[in-house]
């Protein structure tokens, strides 16, 4: 997960630094435009886990799930 952050922080306070007054103007906007997404990719995520698409290697994940078979670290990637 710390390479998860190390890797999107930066480019979030970039864009909040660029565009955080237009983001809180039009929240509810914004908001559904990032949920939406969020939830097809990870409901896609989980039907691949499911169906043993892929698989995650369970020495680099927390144990965590979020449901059934989605562990946190990839709740946390969307």
């Known amino acids: 997960m710390s390479c998860i952050a190390g890797w999107a922080f930066p480019i ?4 909040w630094i660029g565009a ?6 039009r929240s509810p ?3 559904l435009a990032i949920l ?3 939830f ?3 409901t896609v995520d989980l039907a691949a886990l499911r ?3 892929w698989t995650i ?3 680099s994940i927390t144990g965590i799930y979020i449901y ?3 562990p946190l670290e990839e709740g946390f990637f969307y």
């Open 51 to 53: 169906a043993g698409v």
């Open 68 to 70: 059934d078979k989605f």
């Open 57 to 59: 290697n369970p020495r």
């Open 36 to 38: 939406l997404p969020t």
């Open 12 to 15: 979030v306070g970039f864009l």
């Open 29 to 31: 906007f914004v908001v």
């Open 20 to 25: 955080g007054n237009y983001i809180v103007k």
């Open 40 to 42: 097809y990719l990870a």
